[in-house]
């Protein structure tokens, strides 16, 4: 968006989605350096919301249940560390994974 002033100036602002304000274009952007990426196992970039594939059968603890190579995990959401994602499967309540044994689909 642009603001014109009374002598022509254009003064360009920019919406900071991070801050939800509007700042000027050439003023520094706030980088949220807290921000975890989390890769897959083949180094794809992961997000909230992805379906992913597990690549090795998976005993879970407490559900006496084994995830079979190939499920397809749905709905994925990413938790603070940088190597586990929270998920939901069926039968199994509160199913943390870890990203070195899923694929991002």
Do not use: P
Not at 53 to 80: C, E, F, M, N, P
């Amino acid at each position: 968006m642009i603001d014109v002033d009374d002598n022509g100036d254009a003064d360009a602002f920019v919406y900071d989605e991070v801050s939800g304000e509007w700042v000027q274009a050439g003023a520094a952007s706030a980088v949220d350096t807290d921000a975890v990426i989390v890769r897959d196992s083949v180094g794809n970039v992961l997000a909230d919301g992805d379906q992913v594939t597990l690549i090795k059968d998976l005993t879970v603890k407490g559900a006496g249940q084994t995830l079979k190579r190939g499920t397809l995990i749905k709905s994925i959401r990413l938790t603070g560390d940088a190597q586990e994602i929270d998920c939901r499967y069926d039968g199994i309540k509160g199913l943390v994974l870890r990203a070195e044994f899923v694929r991002k689909r």
